[in-house]
């Protein structure tokens, strides 16, 4: 019986095996199909496809996305399907960003693929392939759209527009009148509002081509790049600072430059942009070229110490990644940095291949993981216009001090004779030099002192920054009238000295040198030295102020001595022990490296001549450079000469001062690094190797085999006519730039997250346009402003308030509050004080105080720049990443540590109180009050008037006049009965201000402070 029931028993476990099997038989139809509809197909299915995949297409499912085979039948830890069910990995579960399904889901799922993936024909959508998004698909030119009202539209644009309208019942907007248009157009165009005799002009001028000839003007004026410029910076993170905690400045603003130039000369924009990206790689590239990649070297950097240098590096290479992607190709790519991009078709590869191109460049950062420097591939550049022209300015003061003391030099060569005779009736023995015996040498900051055979004391070993030495001498001389600092050279100091500082310039900085005899500190007067640096007198070493010193640079490689009379003798009977200081803190190793003092006797208040000179006089013959070296002494005994000498040395020093400046330039290096994905984007986790690359769902790459492919192929890329997103990306945002958002109203994004263009049409038309037009981006901004789409009026009308509330079909012009660089333009050009400089450093206006304090090593100084320097374009005002202009972080300016492609446009109280109160704008409100003080009419109406033309370019009405005129009038009676009140207004300096000034700069405030002075409408 036992036996019979196990034989039994395997017959029996198949059996129920079987049944089992039976039991738990997957139905697709019924398990499977009900699950992706539920949990997947709203992201994987007809309308969006993330990952290039749907799951309600059999053929699509099983061949899967981007990551790889959606189902391998029998094989699900091989299905990309399951695999993503499950894993554990942040950002890469799915369903993503919602519950993780159910375990029994999951595993129905599971068996479903283990038995062979069973998916009945015609259940699902049919679909071969993932549908192409729209955006990566070039353009082609379409036809212009018929319309109705043949008469409105005044080129192609129109014809797009005015078929949209059509199509949704609305009519365009009347054109605008003529004196708001041109202060549209100049806004637009330039970045500043017209005079009011422009104005005048352009109303006057009845011509039928009087508009497009001030289109051509504006298009062809220098400020024309300054306005443009401005957004390309935003989108170039242009600053002139490193960012982070130490933000220390850099010299960055050429590159501004030749975006400036670039614009105006309407460089192409594929020829800007292979510059930028490449122009470093360009057939023998030329000084502007290697500027224009100063593109790319402004990314953040980190200097501050514990800073890994290479993952420094990588985070400039990532941004590099991120932002050619935003501003060429409209495109999230660093969404790929960590894994595949879950809604468009880029994958984690792809983007590696793209950082493959920017990995090849230096580490920007050198020193030590407790202080790190900026650093980086550099060239000298042309100085800026202004420099050149004062470099010209001293260069003929130069010639004029030169010429002045070559003239005093000639008079007193008539006397050197005379001085040679006078001298040397002085004989050496009425003074005598005795040297003092050293002891007891002690460095404050650890370097070692030993005192020599010759009683000199030299210093050696650690060399520190700074040092104090403390040497006690001793003598058994009587009397004592003065001491002699010699400063001499040795083999074991740095370029053989005096000095410690370089072997290159072992220049010294002696603050201070004091004696002691008990607590008696002997005063040292009327020093003389054979040599002193300018502006380092040897009296410095003496007159008790550690902010001046003594020093020899550039006399160095030899012996240096200073005599030093005492104010009183010093008489003892008995052996004298005297304590000597010699205070050293300048910095940077300058002390002195071997020293030695000598003691005199005799009298030398009737002469300052050092024994050197004497010996010069008293021979017989003297050599060619002893004769030199004794006129030398002479000429610079004199006082004339000694004036004039450093008349032409304090020019010399405003020259030196100029700055040779520099530009930040892109540079591969030698030997390509390997590029690998980074695992989950993590530093050092390093996975698959890869080499640069373009992402697939564009148009291919073309690179000849025999050339290494580098950024110059990615540039020339990005710029082909098959690129479907680059000609597409940019005129999309020249379009927001005049109608406030973009055809596309995502700039940034053209994926399949971002809007679709409300007129498809127009995009590709002017996308077309710009490539056929040799990418000319001034013929694309013609073409704007001539339309009569610019040129509607930008009244809101009731209609549109419920028809098109976000003018989306563009029935109107919208009216947009300017930027903070145009607000600050635009009121300078009001007011009169507007400076029309271009190019070179940036300038520091006036800010609040303590905006610029700061925590780190060698904060920049805040130097407020003077005269008309301050009242430059806002382009040229100082950017610093920790710290921006405050008047210009008001009125929503980024800080530029990242690409910005649009910024934002905000309504706050503090905007209002800058305008109101910010010593800037105060000093345009003054310009203003004190202008329209002084421009007399016959009539207060008229002078009103005048003001509101200046400042909003229309007339005002006569209820606005009356409103003013009120206001005029009752502040020139508050400001009559209450003078301190208008004392305060006006400045206490003014005291001859009247009542009606104060009124003006009352009215000015007012007239400045208008939302149409800050609107473009």
């Given at each position: 019986m036992i036996r019979f029931c196990a034989q039994l028993l395997p017959l029996l476990m198949l059996f129920l095996t079987t049944q089992c099997g039976i039991a738990q038989q997957v139905d697709f139809t019924k398990d499977v199909w009900p699950i992706l509809q539920s949990r997947c197909v709203s992201c994987h299915g007809p309308e969006a496809q993330e990952g290039q995949l749907r799951l309600d297409a059999k053929v699509i499912a099983f061949q899967g996305g981007l990551t790889g085979a959606g189902i391998v039948p029998d094989k699900p830890d091989e299905s990309t399907l399951y695999r993503r069910l499950i894993t554990q990995e942040e950002g890469e579960r799915m369903p993503a960003e919602a519950e993780a399904l159910p375990a029994n889901q999951i595993a129905m799922i599971r068996r479903w693929i283990e038995q062979g993936a069973h998916w009945p024909d015609g259940l699902g959508s049919d679909a071969q392939v993932v549908s192409r998004h729209w955006a990566y698909a070039a353009p082609l030119r379409p036809p212009l759209p018929d319309v109705v009202q043949q008469a409105w539209p005044l080129n192609s644009i129109d014809r797009f527009v005015l078929s949209k309208l059509e199509q949704a019942g609305v009519r365009p907007s009347s054109a605008i009148e003529k004196r708001p248009l041109i202060r549209r157009l100049y806004l637009d165009l330039v970045g500043y509002p017209p005079t009011v005799d422009q104005v005048e002009i352009f109303v006057n001028d009845t011509s039928p081509d009087a508009y497009d000839k001030l289109v051509d003007n504006l298009l062809a004026s220098p400020q024309y790049g300054v306005r443009w410029a401005r957004p390309w910076l935003d989108l170039a993170r242009y600053a002139d600072s490193n960012g982070y905690q130490a933000d220390q400045y850099r010299n960055v603003w050429p590159y501004r430059d030749w975006v400036i130039n670039a614009l105006n000369s309407d460089m192409p924009f594929d020829q800007f942009t292979v510059e930028?990206?490449?122009?470093?790689?360009?057939?023998?590239?030329?000084?502007?070229?290697?500027?224009?990649?100063?593109?790319?070297?402004?990314?953040?950097?980190?200097?501050?110490?514990?800073?890994?240098?290479?993952?420094?590096?990588?985070?400039?290479?990532?941004?590099?990644?991120?932002?050619?992607?935003?501003?060429?190709?409209?495109?999230?790519?660093?969404?790929?940095?960590?894994?595949?991009?879950?809604?468009?078709?880029?994958?984690?590869?792809?983007?590696?291949?793209?950082?493959?191109?920017?990995?090849?460049?230096?580490?920007?950062?050198?020193?030590?993981?407790?202080?790190?420097?900026?650093?980086?591939?550099?060239?000298?550049?042309?100085?800026?216009?202004?420099?050149?022209?004062?470099?010209?300015?001293?260069?003929?003061?130069?010639?004029?001090?030169?010429?002045?003391?070559?003239?005093?030099?000639?008079?007193?060569?008539?006397?050197?004779?005379?001085?040679?005779?006078?001298?040397?009736?002085?004989?050496?023995?009425?003074?005598?030099?005795?040297?003092?015996?050293?002891?007891?040498?002690?460095?404050?900051?650890?370097?070692?002192?030993?005192?020599?055979?010759?009683?000199?004391?030299?210093?050696?070993?650690?060399?520190?920054?700074?040092?104090?030495?403390?040497?006690?001498?001793?003598?058994?001389?009587?009397?004592?009238?003065?001491?002699?600092?010699?400063?001499?050279?040795?083999?074991?100091?740095?370029?053989?000295?005096?000095?410690?500082?370089?072997?290159?310039?072992?220049?010294?900085?002696?603050?201070?040198?004091?004696?002691?005899?008990?607590?008696?500190?002997?005063?040292?007067?009327?020093?003389?030295?054979?040599?002193?640096?300018?502006?380092?007198?040897?009296?410095?070493?003496?007159?008790?102020?550690?902010?001046?010193?003594?020093?020899?640079?550039?006399?160095?490689?030899?012996?240096?001595?200073?005599?030093?009379?005492?104010?009183?003798?010093?008489?003892?009977?008995?052996?004298?022990?005297?304590?000597?200081?010699?205070?050293?803190?300048?910095?940077?190793?300058?002390?002195?490296?071997?020293?030695?003092?000598?003691?005199?006797?005799?009298?030398?208040?009737?002469?300052?001549?050092?024994?050197?000179?004497?010996?010069?006089?008293?021979?017989?013959?003297?050599?060619?450079?002893?004769?030199?070296?004794?006129?030398?002494?002479?000429?610079?005994?004199?006082?004339?000469?000694?004036?004039?000498?450093?008349?032409?040395?304090?020019?010399?020093?405003?020259?030196?001062?100029?700055?040779?400046?520099?530009?930040?330039?892109?540079?591969?290096?030698?030997?390509?690094?390997?590029?690998?994905?980074?695992?989950?984007?993590?530093?050092?986790?390093?996975?698959?190797?890869?080499?640069?690359?373009?992402?697939?769902?564009?148009?291919?790459?073309?690179?000849?085999?025999?050339?290494?492919?580098?950024?110059?192929?990615?540039?020339?890329?990005?710029?082909?006519?098959?690129?479907?997103?680059?000609?597409?990306?940019?005129?999309?945002?020249?379009?927001?730039?005049?109608?406030?958002?973009?055809?596309?109203?995502?700039?940034?994004?053209?994926?399949?997250?971002?809007d679709r263009p409300t007129h498809p049409g127009l995009l590709d038309w002017l996308s077309v346009e710009l490539m056929q037009n040799g990418w000319s981006m001034k013929h694309l901004h013609r073409l704007i402003v001539t339309s009569a789409t610019y040129r509607q009026d930008s009244k809101a009308r009731p209609e549109l308030q419920e028809l098109d509330p976000t003018n989306e079909l563009l029935a109107r012009m919208p009216r947009l509050r300017m930027s903070a660089e145009g607000i600050r333009d635009t009121m300078l050009q009001i007011s009169g004080l507007l400076e029309l400089q271009m190019g070179g450093e940036p300038i520091y206006p006036p800010q609040p105080a303590g905006i610029w304090r700061h925590v780190g090593r060698n904060a920049p100084k805040y130097k407020t720049s003077i005269e008309t320097n301050r009242y430059r374009r806002g382009i040229y005002v100082i950017w610093r990443r920790s710290a921006p202009y405050p008047a210009f972080t008001n009125f929503d300016a980024p800080d530029r540590t990242s690409c910005v492609v649009n910024r934002s446009r905000t309504n706050t109280p503090l905007q209002a109180l800058t305008l109101l109160n910010d010593p800037m704008y105060w000093e345009m409100t003054q310009a203003l009050g004190q202008h329209l003080y002084g421009t007399r009419h016959d009539d207060l109406r008229d002078q009103v008037e005048y003001g509101f033309v200046r400042t909003v370019s229309r007339m005002p009405s006569e209820r606005e006049i009356d409103i003013l005129v009120d206001l005029y009038e009752e502040m020139v009676v508050q400001l009559t009965e209450r003078p301190q009140d208008l004392k305060l207004l006006v400045g206490a300096k003014d005291k001859h201000a009247s009542a009606e000034l104060g009124a003006w700069y009352y009215l000015s405030n007012v007239l400045l402070n208008l939302d149409e002075t800050i609107t473009r409408n």
């Open positions: 930028q990206l490449a122009g470093d790689l360009l057939q023998n590239p030329s000084q502007a070229q290697q500027v224009a990649t100063g593109f790319h070297r402004l990314t953040t950097l980190n200097v501050e110490g514990g800073t890994d240098p290479e993952l420094s590096r990588l985070n400039q290479v990532i941004d590099r990644v991120n932002t050619t992607a935003t501003v060429w190709l409209g495109s999230t790519i660093e969404c790929s940095q960590c894994h595949n991009h879950k809604y468009d078709p880029f994958s984690q590869k792809e983007y590696y291949q793209l950082l493959a191109y920017f990995n090849n460049t230096p580490l920007e950062v050198n020193g030590t993981s407790s202080a790190f420097n900026f650093y980086g591939p550099t060239i000298d550049v042309e100085p800026s216009f202004a420099d050149r022209r004062t470099l010209v300015d001293l260069n003929s003061q130069k010639s004029k001090k030169d010429r002045a003391l070559a003239n005093i030099q000639i008079e007193l060569d008539r006397q050197y004779d005379d001085w040679i005779t006078s001298i040397a009736k002085v004989t050496e023995n009425e003074i005598a030099w005795t040297v003092l015996t050293a002891t007891n040498p002690v460095s404050a900051n650890g370097a070692t002192l030993r005192v020599l055979e010759d009683q000199s004391v030299l210093s050696t070993g650690e060399n520190p920054d700074k040092d104090v030495y403390e040497i006690e001498f001793t003598t058994e001389l009587a009397k004592v009238t003065g001491f002699k600092l010699e400063a001499l050279t040795h083999e074991e100091l740095p370029g053989k000295g005096p000095g410690r500082y370089t072997a290159e310039r072992p220049n010294f900085v002696l603050q201070e040198f004091t004696l002691h005899h008990g607590e008696v500190k002997l005063k040292l007067k009327d020093g003389i030295a054979d040599y002193s640096q300018p502006n380092f007198d040897v009296n410095n070493a003496v007159d008790g102020e550690v902010d001046t010193a003594w020093a020899i640079a550039s006399q160095f490689f030899k012996p240096h001595a200073a005599e030093f009379l005492l104010d009183k003798p010093l008489e003892s009977e008995a052996p004298v022990t005297l304590k000597a200081k010699f205070v050293m803190n300048y910095g940077g190793s300058r002390v002195i490296g071997r020293i030695r003092l000598s003691a005199m006797t005799g009298e030398r208040d009737y002469r300052k001549t050092p024994d050197r000179i004497l010996e010069l006089v008293n021979r017989e013959q003297r050599t060619a450079k002893e004769e030199t070296e004794l006129h030398q002494f002479y000429l610079d005994s004199q006082a004339s000469y000694k004036e004039a000498k450093q008349d032409l040395a304090n020019v010399q020093k405003q020259i030196d001062a100029l700055p040779a400046p520099t530009a930040l330039v892109m540079k591969e290096i030698e030997k390509p690094r390997e590029t690998r994905m980074l695992i989950r984007g993590e530093y050092k986790n390093n996975g698959q190797l890869v080499s640069a690359d373009t992402p697939s769902i564009l148009h291919e790459l073309e690179v000849k085999q025999e050339v290494p492919n580098n950024r110059l192929d990615l540039a020339n890329w990005l710029v082909s006519d098959r690129n479907p997103l680059v000609a597409r990306v940019t005129v999309n945002r020249w379009w927001a730039g005049f109608f406030g958002k973009g055809i596309v109203a995502t700039e940034e994004d053209f994926g399949s997250q971002g």
